[in-house]
């Protein structure tokens, strides 16, 4: 990548603008803030912006899902890894950082050798942010070059603002898992969708 996110200003104790956000989700946003303080938020324009341009390296990104499978099917940010919410397997996201960081060749620039961006989203950010923060807690990635972050707003933001998502076949698609009646209230109505 050939940019990676600067992580202050956006730790989530920290205000960040929010003025074309609904006030349901500015309210479950900050509450995400309050409860992870140490895990720093992206946001949602930022990482569209890696995935669409062509400078950055998409092999020095991963993608982490963490909702259940039939939430995943619905639809997922591409290239993104499904995990276990619940029961995360920490040491397959270890591998694939450390396989990124293997397969990179340095650059001649004198900069970093190696990069790694780790982003996990879940439906607002509460079960990512969750398993962000034990990622940090493990120590597993305390290396340099690897930043951690989650997608602030998660998949609920990203496909309300009609961002790019695929199915379980690997289509595009504009539908998103509600991932329950109340939190799904939180998603266009138009774009939710239960079941494949």
Request: charged residues 20%; hydrophobic residues 30%.
């Amino acid at each position: 990548m050939d940019s990676t996110p600067d992580p202050q200003g956006s730790r989530s104790g920290e205000s960040q603008p929010m003025n074309n956000v609904p006030v349901g989700m500015r309210i479950t946003l900050t509450g995400i803030r309050t409860k992870f303080p140490s895990v720093n938020q992206l946001q949602t324009e930022t990482l569209n912006e890696m995935l669409t341009n062509s400078d950055n390296d998409p092999e020095s990104l991963v993608i982490l899902d963490t909702r259940h499978k039939d939430e995943f099917f619905i639809s997922h940010i591409k290239g993104a890894m499904n995990i276990d919410p619940y029961n995360p397997d920490l040491e397959s996201i270890v591998n694939e950082v450390d396989r990124i960081f293997h397969c990179q060749v340095p650059p001649t620039d004198g900069s970093l050798s190696r990069k790694c961006l780790v982003v996990a989203y879940c439906s607002v950010g509460y079960r990512s942010s969750n398993i962000v923060e034990k990622l940090q807690k493990s120590g597993m990635l305390a290396m340099d070059g690897v930043s951690l972050y989650n997608l602030e707003g998660s998949l609920f933001k990203w496909a309300n603002e009609g961002r790019p998502m695929v199915d379980q076949a690997g289509q595009p698609t504009k539908f998103c898992h509600p991932f329950s009646f109340i939190w799904g209230k939180l998603l266009d109505s138009q774009i939710r969708k239960h079941q494949t």
